[in-house]
């Protein structure tokens, strides 16, 4: 009997140049946290996202986001702003810097972060604390965030961004790609990410000078002398030259992953939206999502298990939303400012299979999984 393998939710897709470029570390010896594979990795994607940015590769997304908040000064005692319904490599380095995160709600039509309980949350540490830090807000599972509104309130208290583009590279809001709409970007290549380095991540700053200051940062912040000379506490957290060789590869399929993914949920959009029990999240006019993964929204939390435990039940892979950070165990001193969006989302909600490299077979074998169950 033919065994079916397992279906994962987003698995890593190579390309085809990769391995030229990690052979090029090789051949030419640069098996260290910088080389021509780094500078070229780094040029592609300020080539791609386009305008004046300048982009640091680095060893992780997570990584990126704590040299985002140290360049804007975070610290001890300070409070900063993120998006409650996201991943928790959001949040954590806050914590890393001894700041304290306050977790804000999401909004229905894209499921990030509120603009409207932003303000209120500001208004209320400004009134009970001091002003907050930074705002940490999230594209999450592709989808634009509302940019406009969020600069917007970012802007009346003059509280810089920081923009969490984990999961939207490829993604546009108003034509501008996600990772330059705020004051700082955040990309990550992790193995489930839309392209991949294995693992890896960059930051995206407005000046070379911001650039220079997050390599020095994460390079151990050596000073220039000829010894080992510091007056910083730096990182380690420079990307690989090898990995860097497979993000180049990654940058020239990138367009045809973003193409695939949004494939994806077209077409479990096609085949389920005639099920009312099921929705899908729409792009309002003028955002774009890379569709990094196809979500759908369930009548209750027993449908949605339902449905997750069938597909386990054939070896196919899928997984509630994330869980807001506002309930996990670890931050539950945290103050937060909640509306019920993200906690119902969690428990209704359902991510499906998604990789740019799954079949015609694959999505046709994880449809009538569903449609089986939910005709029952
Ligand atoms: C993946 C991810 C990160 C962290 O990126 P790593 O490269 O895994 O450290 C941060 N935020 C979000 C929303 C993510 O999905």
Known sequence: MLTKSKIYLSSPH??????????????????????????????????????????????????????????????????VLCQSFTFSASANPIVYQGASPIFIDSEPDTWNMSPELLEIAIQDRIQKYKKPKAIVAT????????????????????????????EALGSRYHNNYCGTLSDIGVFSFNGNKIITTSGGGAIVVNSKEQKDKAIFLSTQARDNAPHYEHSTIGHNYRMSNVLAGIGRGQMEVLEEHVAARRRNFEFYKKHLSKFNSISFLEEPENFFSNRWITCITTDSYELREGMRLALQEDDIESRPLWKPMHMQPVFKDSIYFANGISEDLFNRGLCLPSGSNLTEDDLHRVLNILIEFLNL
């Open 14 to 79: 190579m390309g085809g140049s990769e391995q030229k470029f990690v052979n090029e570390a090789f051949t030419t010896n640069w098996i260290a946290p910088l080389g021509p594979n780094v500078n070229g990795f780094e040029n592609d994607i300020e080539h791609y996202i386009g305008g004046d940015k300048h982009v640091a590769a680095l060893a992780s997304g997570t990584a990126a986001i704590h040299l985002a908040l140290q360049l804007l000064n975070v610290s001890q005692g300070d409070e």
């Open 139 to 166: 594209h999450l599972y592709g989808m634009p965030y509302k940019a406009k509104e969020i600069n917007a309130v970012a802007k009346k208290y003059d509280i810089p961004v920081v923009e969490d583009s984990a």
